[in-house]
C-alpha cells in the first residue's frame, strides 16, 4: 500500500525551495509520496529536490504599474492554471502545499477550483502578495513566525504556527558549538547577499575593513559571497588590505559555513533568519530595501528584538558604520556568545515535522470527510 501524493509547489528562489524541500524529506519519512509543482526558472536547479515526479508550471509576477504588462502577468497565471487543472486530475494529491511567490498562485488555484484542501506556508513576518491572493483558498494557513502581519481578515481556513522548515544540512551544521571568539582571535566573518548576491555588500564591507586599524584588520578572516559583476574587485580589494579572504559568487555548503562563522553579515530573508536562529550565530542584518512588503525588516526585526542582531536599515549601512560595529565585537567579543545564545533561543528544529503533521491531519480529515 503506497502513502498519499502530496504535491508541494514552489519557485523562484531557495527562499521558497529549500522549506518545501526540507517538507518533502518529513513527508516522505512519514510515508507520504511528494510530487513537486515548479517553474522554469526553480526547474533549472529542482534537480536535487526528492520529488517522485516535477511538473513545470508557467508563471509569472505581476511587476510594476503598467497595465499591459500587469495584464500580460495575469493572462499568463491564468494559463499555467489551466496547465495545472489536468496535471492535478492526472496526479490525484491528497494535499497541495504552496511555499508563496506568484509560481504557487496556479496550482493552488486549480486545486482549489478543483476541491483538494490547500495548505499555504508564509515564511516570512508579513504575508506577501501572492499568499494574500490565495489566503482565502487555503485550508490552512501555516506561518514562519508566530505573529505575521498581511492575512486577510475573515479568511475560512485555520492559521497554525508551524516555523520555517529547514535543510537537513542546516540541521547538520548546528551540531557544532559556537566557536567564542578569543580575546586576541581571529574573527571569522561571513558575508552573503541571499540567494542572488547583493552588491552593496561588495561596495560596503571590504571599505568598511579597510577603516580598522592594521592590528584589527590582521584579525580578520572574511569569506564573502560576491556576484560574478563584482568579484574581482571584491577579491582586489581584499588583497590589497592583505586580509585573509575568500570570494565566490555562491557557496554550495553555506550551512557549514555559517557554523564556523563568528558573525554573519546579511539580507534578513526568512530562510536566512531561521537559519541563522537554528545554527545560532550573531548577525548584521540589512533589509533588502524597496520592497513592497517590507517583509525582510519584519523578519529581521524578530532577531533584532532579542539581541541576536544588530539591524540596519540600507541608508545607515555606511563602511564607517560597519567598521565601528565589527570593532566593537573584536573588543568586546563576550557581545558575540551572548548574541549568538540569543539566536539560537528562537530556533525551531522541528518545523518540518510539525508542518508534515499539518498536511497529513488534512489528508486524514479529507478521508474522513470533515472539514479541516
Keep these: 500500500m503506497t502513502g498519499p501524493l502530496i504535491l508541494l509547489t514552489a519557485g523562484g528562489t531557495g527562499g521558497h525551495l529549500f522549506p518545501a524541500e526540507a517538507l518533502a524529506n518529513a513527508l516522505k519519512a512519514s510515508g507520504a509520496r511528494v510530487a513537486l509543482a515548479t517553474d522554469k526558472r526553480a526547474n533549472a536547479y529542482a534537480g536535487s529536490f526528492p520529488a517522485d515526479e516535477i511538473v513545470e508550471i508557467p508563471s ?6 503598467s497595465i499591459p504588462q500587469m495584464a500580460k502577468a495575469a493572462l499568463l497565471l491564468a494559463r499555467g492554471a489551466l496547465k495545472a487543472i489536468p496535471a492535478i486530475r492526472r496526479m490525484k494529491p491528497a494535499v497541495v502545499v504552496g511555499f508563496g511567490g506568484y509560481p504557487t498562485v496556479p496550482p493552488v488555484i486549480a486545486a482549489s477550483l478543483l476541491g483538494v484542501p490547500t495548505v499555504i506556508h508564509e515564511a516570512n513576518g508579513i504575508m506577501g502578495r501572492a499568499n494574500r491572493l490565495l489566503a482565502r483558498r487555503a485550508s490552512v494557513i501555516a506561518t514562519g513566525f508566530p505573529a505575521i502581519k498581511g492575512i486577510p481578515a475573515g479568511v475560512p481556513g485555520r492559521s497554525v504556527h508551524t516555523g ?11 551540531k557544532a558549538g559556537y566557536p567564542a571568539l578569543l580575546a586576541d582571535g581571529k574573527l571569522r566573518l561571513l558575508v552573503v547577499g541571499g540567494s542572488q548576491g547583493a552588491r552593496v555588500m561588495s561596495d560596503i564591507v571590504p571599505p568598511a575593513i579597510e577603516l580598522l586599524p592594521p592590528e584589527l584588520r590582521s584579525r580578520i578572516v572574511v569569506c564573502q559571497q ?3 559583476e563584482d568579484l574581482e574587485r571584491v577579491r582586489a580589494h581584499y588583497s590589497r588590505l592583505g586580509v585573509s579572504f575568500e570570494a565566490e559568487p555562491f557557496f554550495k555548503d553555506l550551512p557549514q559555513r555559517m557554523a564556523q562563522s563568528h558573525l554573519v553579515i546579511s539580507r534578513s530573508g526568512a530562510s536566512t533568519v531561521a537559519e541563522l536562529a537554528v545554527i545560532g550565530r550573531p548577525s548584521i542584518l540589512i533589509p533588502l530595501p524597496g520592497a513592497i512588503d517590507q517583509d525582510q525588516a519584519a523578519n529581521a526585526k524578530t532577531l533584532g528584538d532579542i539581541g ?3 539591524v540596519l536599515p540600507q541608508v545607515q549601512f555606511t563602511p564607517e558604520r560597519l567598521a565601528q560595529e565589527v570593532r566593537s565585537f573584536l573588543e568586546e567579543p563576550d557581545r558575540l556568545t551572548l548574541a549568538a545564545a540569543a539566536a539560537h533561543s528562537a530556533s525551531i528544529t522541528d518545523a518540518a515535522e510539525r508542518l508534515a503533521q499539518v498536511v497529513l491531519q488534512l489528508v486524514s480529515s479529507d478521508k474522513n470527510g470533515k472539514n479541516p
Excluded at 60 to 65: C, D, Q, V, Y
Design 308 to 310: 541576536a542582531a544588530i
Design 60 to 65: 509569472a509576477t505581476p511587476s510594476g504599474r
Design 226 to 228: 560576491a556576484r560574478g
Design 164 to 174: 520555517n522548515p529547514i535543510r537537513p544540512s542546516v540541521l547538520e551544521a548546528s
